[in-house]
T-cell receptor
Framework: EAAVTQSPRNKVAVTGGKVTLSCNQT?????MYWYRQDTGHGLRLIHY???????EKGDIPDGYKASRPSQENFSLILELATPSQTSVYFC???????????FGAGTRLSVL | QQKVQQSPESLIVPEGGMASLNCTSS?????YFWWYRQHSGKSPKMLM?????GEKEEGRFTVHLNKASLHTSLHIRDSQPSDSALYLC??????????FGIGTRVLVRP
């Protein structure tokens, strides 16, 4: 089965601090995604990528940056973390327009 | 406003009963629909996909799609306690970007 690994699994950050969430996939998929999941909002797309070196803005990109240095790795960066960014973050990989997304286990982020 | 609307928000089903979940997209460019299942504390996993009008059955699960109305439904027959989960509908239009609904939480009571 497709493998997507996220780190860290849990993170507590201070307001104004920098946070980097990492994602690694061994599926050789071109597409990678970052979502956040909050009660009442479901899964919302933050950033995505079609391949190494590319990043695209999703539906809620404000306050987040993304980096795709290689096929396998996709990072989400919070330069100045705020309490409103407390959430569960999921990374996913997939391929093609009919692609099934394979999700990582998630990162629970608390910004205090 | 959510582009992918799901109903009901929650559902309680007796063990062995039928669960019916609905999903509608407001984006007329949508081409494909998926259903994902997410058990508590876990990540979403794809359950079924449907890309053409009609019906698709896999075991106890059946999905329907009406592309004219951009409506899909998921039906779970002979529901089991292990089916208790959050069911997420997803749709994609341009490119490969998926949009998810808020989900329907299903509880199967033994």
């Amino acid at each position: 089965e497709a493998a997507v690994t996220q780190s860290p699994r849990n993170k507590v950050a201070v307001t104004g601090g920098k946070v980097t969430l990492s994602c690694n996939q061994t599926n050789n998929h071109n597409n990678m995604y970052w979502y956040r999941q909050d009660t009442g909002h479901g899964l919302r797309l933050i950033h995505y990528s079609y391949g190494a070196g590319s990043t695209e803005k999703g539906d809620i990109p404000d306050g987040y940056k993304a980096s795709r240095p290689s096929q396998e790795n996709f990072s989400l960066i919070l330069e100045l973390a705020t309490p409103s960014q407390t959430s569960v973050y999921f990374c996913a990989s997939g391929e093609g327009s009919q692609n099934t997304l394979y999700f990582g286990a998630g990162t629970r982020l608390s910004v205090l | 406003q959510q582009k992918v609307q799901q109903s009901p928000e929650s559902l309680i089903v007796p063990e062995g009963g039928m669960a019916s979940l609905n999903c509608t997209s407001s984006d007329r460019n949508v081409d494909y629909f998926w259903w994902y299942r997410q058990h508590s504390g876990k990540s979403p996993k794809m359950l079924m996909s449907i890309f053409s009008n009609g019906e698709k059955e896999e075991g106890r699960f059946t999905v329907h799609l009406n592309k004219a109305s951009l409506h899909t439904s998921l039906h779970i027959r002979d529901s089991q306690p292990s089916d208790s989960a959050l069911y997420l509908c997803a749709a994609s239009s341009a490119g490969n970007k998926l949009t998810f609904g808020i989900g329907t939480r299903v509880l199967v009571r033994p």
